[in-house]
Nanobody, 116 residues
Framework: QVQLVDSGGGLVQPGGSLRLSCAASGSIFSIGAMGWYRQAPGKQCEWVADITASGGRTAYADSVKGRFTISRDNAKNTVYLQMNSLKPEDTAVYYC?????????WGQGTQVTVSS
């Protein structure tokens, strides 16, 4: 049994920053690619960013490129999403995912609200 736990969300003013974390735990033999998605109210789930197993390659949605940075600490089985220059349109529930032991797993989500 494995588990992904998202954390770090909250309320922030436009232009502010937040760092999301997602930690994997349980019977883990391998963790492959990890990533983040988000879902705003009334909208479809949107891919945000992902990172390869080694951390050597990353990819971002155009809407967050240059503002968000994905990283991972394999010693801690954790992926991060540093979000800078936040905009109201970044408001959403953010979900991490990870390929653990060959299977795709999802976190429970963390709410990010960007508002003045």
């Amino acid at each position: 049994q494995v588990q992904l736990v998202d954390s770090g969300g909250g309320l922030v003013q436009p232009g502010g920053s937040l760092r999301l974390s997602c930690a994997a735990s349980g019977s883990i033999f391998s963790i492959g690619a990890m990533g983040w998605y988000r879902q705003a109210p009334g909208k479809q789930c949107e891919w945000v960013a992902d990172i390869t197993a080694s951390g050597g390659r990353t990819a971002y949605a155009d809407s967050v490129k240059g503002r968000f940075t994905i990283s991972r600490d394999n010693a801690k089985n954790t992926v991060y999403l540093q979000m800078n220059s936040l905009k109201p349109e970044d408001t959403a529930v953010y979900y991490c995912n990870a390929v653990i032991n060959g299977l795709l797993n999802w976190g429970q989500g963390t709410q990010v609200t960007v508002s003045s």
